[in-house]
């Protein structure tokens, strides 16, 4: 199995910015895919970014060219550098990763935006 913990989520102004960060313990060596989703008030669960041990990122319509996810493959940590921050950001953000036997999610962190 593996474990996930997520941090750096918080109050911020629109404008502003963040940086998540989840650090994952466990069977690591079996982690292909790292990424992060959110889930706001009211709607369904959003893929906000992907990245593979190689390096190949995704990112949903709504953060593109805003977010940036990256990894330190040595500290099995994934990040969510998020920039220019909007009111409709505002959603528990969980960090996730996909193995060669499974799924795992953190427990999430709450990201609000707001003046």
């Known amino acids: 199995q593996v474990q996930l913990v997520e941090s750096g989520g918080g109050l911020v102004e629109p404008g502003g910015s963040l940086r998540l960060s989840c650090v994952a313990s466990g069977r690591t060596f079996s982690i292909h895919t790292f990424g992060w989703s959110r889930r706001a008030p009211g709607k369904e669960r959003e893929l906000v970014a992907t990245?593979?041990?190689?390096?190949?990122?995704k990112y949903g319509d709504s953060v593109q060219g805003r977010f940036t996810i990256s990894t330190d493959n040595p500290k099995n940590t994934v990040y969510l550098q998020m920039n220019s921050l909007k009111p409709e950001d505002t959603a528990v953000y969980y960090c996730?990763?996909?193995?060669?036997?499974?799924?795992?999610w953190g427990q999430g962190t709450q990201v609000t935006v707001s003046s």
């Open positions: 990245i593979t041990r190689g390096g190949s990122t």
């Open positions: 996730n990763v996909d193995t060669w036997s499974g799924n795992y």
